[in-house]
């Protein structure tokens, strides 16, 4: 099936310093991808839907400044947490759903664990 | 807007039967989606239902009424490794559509 790799899968850092994730789609190519965050024993909340070649559509709530995204290439997204304070830790996640696919089905990385000291 | 109501918590014993009831509300329905997840680990695909009715895939099935605006996921000959979390999602009118998650079935299997 299809991959998706999401990198780093743990990253520890101090408050008030960026951390960029990375989510590539290895084996197909992925006009849109999502960006997930999740609180322990929480339910998937959607951040935003990054789409190849224009800008993130964001969820209410988000702050597009300190969750940057950005989409280069149709394998490759990436979600920067600037400025980074203590209630952002949390377990971020990405998908990507194949380009053309009619199917309900996205394939997820395997997450980013983000501390914040 | 999109919201989807399903048990917060659901008990069987291993060998059984477990149903996972999912309602939503949308403004626009393309299909509804299951997943699993494991303590940890990330969201996997289970099932997809875009018509009415029941897709078969294994031990799971999942079922669609439209015009009910729900639907289920059916777990057959429990396993206990089938413990996890189920989460049924939603995705919109739009081809590319954003996919929205309902809160997750927590599934505890007793041996």
């Known amino acids: 099936g299809a991959v998706v790799s999401q990198h780093p899968s743990r990253v520890i850092c101090k408050s008030g310093t960026s951390v960029k994730i990375e989510c590539r789609s290895l084996?197909?190519?992925?006009?849109?991808m999502f960006w997930y965050r999740q609180f322990p024993k929480k339910s998937l909340m959607l951040m935003a839907t990054?789409?190849?070649?224009?800008?993130?559509?964001?969820e209410q709530g988000v702050e597009k400044d300190k969750f940057l995204i950005n989409h280069a290439s149709l394998t490759l997204s990436t979600l920067t947490v600037t400025s980074a304070h203590p209630e952002d830790s949390s377990f971020y996640i990405c998908?990507?759903?194949?380009?053309?696919?009619?199917?309900?089905?996205?394939?997820f990385g395997e997450g980013s664990r983000l501390t914040v000291l | 807007g999109q919201s989807l109501e399903q048990p917060s918590e659901v008990t069987a014993v291993e060998g059984a039967i477990v149903q996972i009831n999912c309602t939503y509300q949308?403004?626009?329905?393309?299909?509804l989606s299951w997943y699993q997840q494991h303590d940890g680990g990330a969201p996997t695909f289970l099932s997809y239902?875009?018509?009415?009715g029941l897709e078969e895939t294994g031990r799971f099935s999942s079922f669609l009424s439209r015009s009910d605006s729900y639907g289920y996921l059916l777990l057959q000959e429990l396993q206990m490794k089938d413990s996890a979390s189920y989460f049924c999602?939603?995705?919109?009118?739009?081809?590319?559509?954003?996919?929205?998650f309902g809160k997750g079935t927590r599934l505890h299997i007793l041996p």
């Open positions: 990054s789409n190849e070649g224009s800008k993130a559509t964001y």
């Open positions: 949308t403004s626009g329905f393309y299909g």
């Open positions: 999602a939603v995705r919109g009118l739009l081809r590319d559509d954003k996919i929205i």
């Open positions: 239902n875009a018509l009415d």
């Open positions: 084996d197909f190519q992925a006009t849109t």
């Open positions: 998908s990507a759903r194949p380009s053309g696919s009619f199917s309900g089905e996205l394939f």
